[in-house]
């Protein structure tokens, strides 16, 4: 039993924005209102000045666990999800062995019982192995716990297997989820093929690399009827696409990653590997994009593509360093300070991108504060100041470039099944 006091309470599902109380008993939300009476021997947690939120859900993450678990662990990642102010994240299938079948969901949904601290549902692989071949065991994933279909990291090149895996997750009701990338086009690029590339002496991934799938994608979820998402969104052009789907009435959405919409390829400290990720940070005309994408509600979702790659692979040169960055513990410092404190969005939008956004495209039944809901809440603050140390992160990997970074605002405490799971300077 946890009473949450004298917190502003955001409820997006039902419009609720009031400094009020939350009482969890049993594992949900039993009671939201003022001056709640509560048995004494609830636990208490003044709330006064913070915002109380439902528990936020980032839908692109890599735990790394199977066969990585040098650079993350699905314990060590849900702490760091924790620690972000994230109660549930969906894993990618990006593991070895890869997440195409039953048996690997379900070890995940096994090891996520025993040892996570914030709620796990796994992504599926649309492909065996994600070689872009022959579909995966779809329907038995789902089974086995699966919320989406994605070949992240190594997208489907076939587009007459891109249609059938549409037409399977349509049928059992989860989407696709794709990383849009051709990989031909963008072979042997390290960044953003621009003016900063070419300064660099580096091979550029350009931009039209991710708008050709998009579009290609797009077409496809037309064609089957499925509900199709892309994955950290970073160009003009596939926000403008994904637009144009929406206003066609397609079932169609997409993510940002706060990376993509604070910085810039201009803005990246050269041959450093926290800079390096796919898609790369894109030019200052995608940014400004994805940010008025975020402003008028084409992307409907934050998510941080947590991506952990242990210090050894990301101090080489980097032409050999792999691509990624962690994300799950900086994602509200930069949320707050990118889009709230600018006036872009508000507080409200931003719980959100990190609440209802995320459930609806998933069908998931999370993200609201509703009596009977899950007992999930992040509570967040928005006028502390802090400075991200990433030799301080729960992650296994320090990947970042974010360390040393000053925010205003971030996150206090997460809570999950009515229980606190992580609290600042505890
Ligand atoms: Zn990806």
Not at 19 to 38: E, F, I
């Amino acid at each position: 039993m946890l009473a949450i006091r004298n917190g502003r309470v955001m409820d997006p599902a039902s419009g609720l924005d009031a400094v009020c109380d939350v009482y969890l008993a049993d594992g949900r939300v039993a009671a939201v209102g003022v001056n709640l009476d509560v048995p004494s021997k609830a636990e208490v947690f003044d709330a006064s000045g913070m915002v109380v939120a439902p528990g936020f859900l980032d839908m692109h993450v890599h735990l790394r666990e199977p066969g990585y678990e040098y650079a993350e662990t699905i314990e060590t990642g849900s702490r760091a999800a924790a620690a972000g102010g994230f109660t549930s994240i969906c894993c990618m299938p990006n593991t070895s062995p890869v997440n195409d079948s039953a048996t690997v969901t379900s070890f995940i949904m096994e090891r996520a019982k025993q040892r996570a601290v914030v709620n796990v549902y796994p992504i599926g692989a649309i492909t065996k192995g994600s070689a872009g071949e022959e579909l995966a065991g779809i329907g038995s994933m789902v089974r086995a716990g699966a919320v989406a279909i994605s070949d992240d990291g190594r997208p489907v090149m076939n587009s007459r297997v891109m249609r059938r895996a549409m037409e399977l997750a349509k049928g059992h009701g989860i989407p696709v989820i794709d990383h849009c990338e051709d990989l031909n086009l963008s072979a042997g690029g390290d960044m953003h093929e621009g003016e900063t590339s070419v300064r660099r002496g580096l091979r550029g991934i350009p931009s039209a690399a991710e708008d050709v799938m998009v579009a290609r994608d797009i077409l496809l979820a037309e064609l089957t009827g499925a509900r199709y998402h892309v994955a950290h969104i970073s160009t003009q052009h596939a926000v403008a696409m994904v637009s144009f789907a929406k206003k066609r009435g397609l079932k169609v959405s997409c993510e940002a990653t706060p990376h993509h919409f604070v910085l810039a390829d201009c803005d990246t400290v050269a041959y450093d590997s926290s800079y390096k990720m796919k898609p790369p940070l894109r030019g200052k005309q995608d940014v400004s994009a994805v940010l008025n994408g975020l402003v008028d509600g084409t992307v409907e979702v934050i998510a941080t593509d947590h991506a952990p790659h242990a210090g050894s692979d990301k101090m080489q040169e980097f032409e050999r360093c792999p691509f990624g960055i962690t994300g799950l513990e900086t994602a509200i410092g930069i949320t707050l300070e990118q889009l709230v404190h600018p006036g872009k969005i508000t507080l409200m939008k931003m719980v959100e991108l990190y609440t209802t956004g995320p459930s609806r495209v998933l069908g998931l039944n999370r993200g609201t504060l509703a009596v009977g809901a899950a007992g999930d809440a992040t509570i967040f603050d928005t006028s502390t100041s802090w400075t991200y140390d990433v030799n301080k992160t729960q992650s296994k990997s320090r990947n970042s470039p974010f360390h040393g970074h000053a925010y205003i605002g971030g996150p206090v405490a997460t809570i999950v099944n009515g229980r606190i799971v992580w609290q600042r300077n505890a």
